[in-house]
Structure formats: structure tokens, C-alpha cells
């Protein structure tokens, strides 16, 4: 079949174009027979107009047109003109195409879910029918916005004069942090490639190599448990930099932010952006990725409480903190809306959860706790108006009873409708803690990585208190979202000796781990730092999609399974022969 050339996209017709002739591919969005006229919706990726077929059409095109049914591929040709009755809410809806040609190019079943945009249909159906999910307009737009952030992020870096260079898919598994993928040899029995959870150890590898700006859009692999912003597979802009310091590393990030910002959703963002250390952050947020759209701040009411004779409040104050947030109106909350901020502190493992409403007549949880002169003692260094509601939270552990109080405060947000959706807010968190202790493996490890550097000021505390040390590692956070993070790398052999020994390694396990990393690290490595950023989570907020699986083409579900290829699956046995791999028997039950 001969297949003419299509001479505009449906979406790109406008009132300019009356009277011309135009060649149309797409999709039948629906079809209305009037007897007399025959309407076609037309859709493709940029957009729908419509077709008509008049009683003056050739017999073969109105017979054609009376059989095309939704979803039906269809090629049309005809001549732009105006619409009798405008359509105010289609974007070509002052125009149609009145047809001269029309030709069913491929017929369609009735597709499980209507086509459209916002459709309201079950998550695990529209990813089992992937390839009629991405039709839908919505989807489309996003897919869209995916390919500008892409190319938008190319230009930028290259415009600064950094080179994009592949790393390798097929690595050497070095387990720290997340699982690794593993892809067995067959060449080399036994022995097994593992895919890259990112490609740190290569850009450092680069800046030794001389690319002293490197840039990749890079496929990154981790076997971790999922959730709605996190996936097995993912892609991250992965930057890195050398001779550069914090700040020179900061400063071109803001300025790739501000361009791609203005660029997709023609927001104007000030520079520099607001900066809080790890540990601000987290005393007046609960949380390292903080979402300032609103306030709602934590505050340490320690001072104000310390007389108060109430067990969980001592307790908490000699090991831990009791933390507070004033709540402005919320007196006017109820029991069952206060047991249901008091499960969201029980999910994040927060010991004791009070609160006081102040009225005419205080009321609240732990009021005979409290006497009037304490009352009025709380009210005045805390600026409580009537109506206003006080949040408390005591705990043992500071950190934690932090973080729970800082997820009350983001379903306060939301409860009280406090986020502009439209709102953009940027912040740098620095200064993180360079170690964490992971209590299954009962050792200190690598917040970050261990590559990361510890501040020059604390670099004495590696020998003495080493969960004490803060890291040259930064996060950038847009909208209570962590979009990226990165630090500045150890370069001093000695240095990188150091922080091996205080997680543990010795030189031979740091040499069968890292042993190419450092090897290069004999011939001249230049001080050097970079970031990466989720490019799924980016695309994710600017679309203001609700999960991460809205921006990636065919992604995976909660499991890591994949419902519209029914990935993953067993193999022939032929192939594991090959390879030497024998599977065991699992029991279904036990696993789910």
C-alpha cells in the first residue's frame, strides 16, 4: 500500500489554515452518524479536530466513515473550513476538515477503558493495557514533558561546556547500600555482572581520566523496596565536576534549575536558593527534605514544659525531646481527626502524641496535667490565640519523635488545604551526618557513600567521635521532594584510607570492593564533586503527577513486576544449563 505523507499534525489546524487541503493520520476518538453527516473525532499525539462527511462526499467515503468505530487508525484528507457551532473547549474547535478521501487503515476491538483524558480507571488495568494507556492525552503530555526535560537538560550542560559519556551496564557488584541487580556470565561460570545502582565510581573515574565536566542521562538499577516514587529501574541526570569546591557545585545547579523551571512551566525562581543544614532542617521541619509551601514549624517546648509532672514528658526530656507545633484554628479539630494524626505518629514509630486546645476553656489530652499558671505560661511564649491548637509530640529519641511530628505536619497541610499547588520552593539541605549506624549490620556506615568527604573542621573527630562528623554532601529539595543530591568526593589516598577504616574495611576488603577505583587513585586525582538528579521524580512534580509511574513509560508495580509483559518470568531450562544455575522451589505462600 502506498502511504502519502501526512501534511499536518490534528492538533496544529487552526482558523489561519481555512480553505487549504491537509493529509491526517490518527486514532477515531469517536464517531457520530447523523444520516445526513457523519462527525469524526480525530485524534493523534498533538491534539483532536474534527472531521466531517457531508451528503456531497463521494458514496465510498461516507460508507467508509459510517463503518469507522473508536480506535479504528485512519488516514483522511479534505479541506480545512469553519465549524457552524464553535467548540469552546477544544482547542481546534472553530474549525473541521470536510473529507474527500478516507481509508481504515487498521480495525480495533472495544479497548478495556475508555480513552480520555483524567480517566478514572483501576492502575493495575491501565498498566496491564500500557500501550493504550500512553494514547490517552494526559499521559501523552506527560511523555512529552519527559522528552523536553531531556533535551532542555542536554543543552543546558552542553552550553557549559560539559561532555555527555556512557558508563557501563555491566559492572562489578560492589554491595553497599540498595541490592544489587545481578546478571550471571556464561562465559564465566559462577561469576555474575551487576547492574549500576548509579555511575559513581565511573564520573570519578572520568575526573581523573580529564573530563573535568561530565554529564550523563544514565539508567540506574536497585533491588529495594518500592513506593510511589521509587522504581527497580530509573534515570538520573548524573553531573560531576573537578576542581570545584561546595559552592561552585551549588551555584551551576541553581542556574540549570532556574533555566529548566522557566523553560517548562514559566516559573521564575530567585537565586540563590535558601539553605538549611541537616540538622535545621530537621529541628524545624522533622524531616531532611522539608516542604516550605507552608509553615506549620516545630518548635522545642522543653523550657516550657519541664515542671509539668507528666511521665512520658520526663522521660523524653532526659534522653530525648518534646516537640510541639502550633496549629492556628485547629481547636476546631475532633476526636476522631485527632486519633487519626495520632496513627500517623504511630507509623512513623513516635512514642507519645498530646494536645491542647485553647478557648474560652482549654481542653485537650493532657489537660490535668497542667495547671492554670503553666497554661497561661504556654500560651504567652508560644503567641497561642483563641481557637489556636498545640500539637505535642514526646519521645525518647529526638530524631524519631522529629520525624514522626514532621509527618503530622504535612497531613496537617493537607487537612487544612495550606499548599498552593501552583507554588515552587527550592531549598539547598547541607551538612549532613557523614555516617549513620545501621543497627542490622550493628556498624557505622555511609550516609551518602563512602567516597563522600567529611568538613575539613571535622576531620579530627574521625579518630574520636566519628557520628559527630558532618559530610561535604548536599540535597537539593523542591516542594517536599529530595530531586537530587550529591557531595564533594574524597580525593587524598590517605583520607579515603580513613574513612575505610572507620566503616570497618580493611585494605584487602576495600581492594576486592573498590580495588580499580583506587588504583586510579595512584595516578593524580583532582578534587572533584557532582550530583545526581531523579529525573522520573523531576518530571514527576513538574507534571504534578501524583506517582512516579505517570512519567515512565512502562513501568513497574509495587512488586517489581511488570503487568502488561508479565515480567518477571522463568526461562527455559536450556538457558540456566548454559549459564550453570540451578532455581530452588519456593514456596509461593511463604514469600508473599
Avoid at 480520555?116 to 506527560?142: C, I, T
Avoid at 573537578?242 to 533555566?259: A, G, H, K, P, T
Avoid at 531532611?288 to 514549624?297: A, H, Q, S, T, V
Amino acid at each position: 500500500m502506498h502511504m502519502t505523507r501526512r501534511s499536518h499534525y490534528c492538533g496544529k489546524l487552526d482558523k489561519n489554515m481555512l480553505g487549504e487541503k491537509v493529509e491526517l493520520f490518527g486514532w477515531c476518538h469517536k464517531q457520530r452518524d447523523l444520516g445526513g453527516l457523519i462527525f469524526i473525532t480525530l485524534r493523534d499525539r498533538s491534539g483532536e479536530i474534527q472531521l466531517v462527511v457531508t451528503d456531497h462526499a463521494p458514496q465510498e467515503v461516507r460508507e467508509t466513515a459510517a463503518a469507522v468505530r473508536g480506535e479504528f487508525v485512519l488516514r483522511a484528507s479534505g479541506t480545512v473550513r469553519a465549524r457552524e457551532e464553535a467548540n469552546p473547549n477544544m482547542p481546534t474547535g472553530e474549525i473541521e476538515v470536510e473529507l474527500d478521501s478516507l481509508s481504515i487503515l487498521s480495525k480495533a476491538k472495544t479497548p478495556p477503558f475508555y480513552i480520555e483524558e483524567n480517566s478514572d480507571v483501576n492502575e493495575a488495568l491501565r498498566l496491564e493495557y500500557r500501550f493504550l494507556d500512553l494514547r490517552r492525552p494526559d499521559m501523552q503530555k506527560k511523555m512529552m514533558m519527559r522528552h523536553r526535560v531531556t533535551k532542555l537538560t542536554r543543552d543546558f550542560f552542553d552550553n557549559e561546556g560539559f561532555v555527555e559519556i556512557e558508563t557501563p551496564m555491566f559492572i562489578r557488584s560492589t554491595p553497599e547500600g540498595a541490592r544489587d541487580y545481578l546478571v550471571p556470565s556464561r562465559v564465566f561460570p559462577g561469576q555474575f555482572f551487576a547492574l549500576p545502582q548509579s555511575p559513581q565510581l565511573f564520573k570519578q573515574l572520568l575526573m581523573v581520566a580529564g573530563y573535568d565536566r561530565y554529564m550523563q542521562i544514565a539508567r540506574c538499577f536497585r533491588d529495594e523496596d518500592l513506593r510511589a516514587d521509587r522504581q527497580p529501574e530509573f534515570t538520573q541526570i548524573d553531573v560531576e565536576m573537578s576542581f570545584v569546591d561546595q559552592e561552585q557545585v551549588m551555584e551551576i545547579n541553581e542556574r540549570f534549575l532556574s533555566f529548566l523551571l522557566k523553560e517548562t512551566l514559566g516559573v521564575e525562581v530567585k537565586t540563590p536558593f535558601m539553605r538549611l543544614t541537616y540538622d535545621e532542617a530537621m529541628a524545624r521541619f522533622g524531616s531532611d527534605k522539608p516542604d516550605l509551601r507552608f509553615g506549620l514549624e516545630i518548635v522545642d517546648i522543653g523550657k516550657q514544659i519541664a515542671d509539668i509532672d507528666f511521665p512520658p514528658f520526663t522521660r523524653a526530656l532526659e534522653t530525648g525531646s518534646v516537640q510541639a507545633i502550633v496549629v492556628p484554628g485547629g481547636a476546631t479539630f475532633s476526636r476522631r481527626e485527632m486519633d487519626a494524626f495520632g496513627e500517623v505518629v504511630k507509623t512513623y514509630g513516635g512514642e507519645t502524641f498530646a494536645w491542647l486546645f485553647k478557648g474560652d476553656e482549654w481542653r485537650g489530652s493532657v489537660m490535668k496535667f497542667f495547671s492554670p499558671e503553666a497554661l497561661e505560661k504556654l500560651s504567652n511564649e508560644l503567641s497561642l490565640n483563641n481557637g489556636d491548637a498545640l500539637f505535642m509530640l514526646s519521645d525518647t529519641d529526638r530524631e524519631r519523635g522529629l520525624t514522626a511530628l514532621g509527618a503530622v505536619r504535612l497531613a496537617l497541610a493537607e487537612k487544612l488545604d495550606l499548599i498552593d499547588e501552583d507554588d515552587v520552593k527550592l531549598l539547598w539541605v547541607t551538612d549532613f551526618p557523614l555516617f549513620e549506624y545501621d543497627e542490622e549490620e550493628g556498624r557505622l556506615v555511609a550516609k551518602h557513600h563512602p567516597f563522600t568527604s567529611p568538613r575539613d573542621e571535622d576531620l579530627a573527630l574521625l579518630d574520636t567521635d566519628p557520628r559527630a562528623v558532618k559530610a561535604k554532601a548536599y540535597d537539593i529539595v523542591m516542594n517536599g521532594s529530595e530531586i537530587g543530591g550529591g557531595s564533594i568526593r574524597i580525593h587524598r589516598q590517605d583520607l579515603q584510607q580513613k574513612m575505610f577504616e572507620v566503616l570497618g574495611l580493611t585494605k584487602e576488603e576495600a581492594d576486592t570492593k573498590f580495588g580499580f577505583l583506587l588504583k586510579a587513585f595512584d595516578y593524580g586525582v583532582p578534587p572533584h564533586g557532582g550530583i545526581a538528579y531523579g529525573l522520573d521524580r523531576l518530571v514527576m512534580l513538574i507534571t504534578k503527577s501524583p506517582s512516579i509511574r505517570d512519567v515512565i513509560a512502562f513501568p513497574k508495580v509495587q512488586n517489581s513486576s511488570d503487568l502488561m509483559t508479565k515480567a518477571p518470568s522463568a526461562v527455559d531450562p536450556k538457558q540456566l544449563a548454559e549459564l550453570g544455575i540451578e532455581t530452588m522451589a519456593v514456596d509461593k505462600d511463604k514469600k508473599d
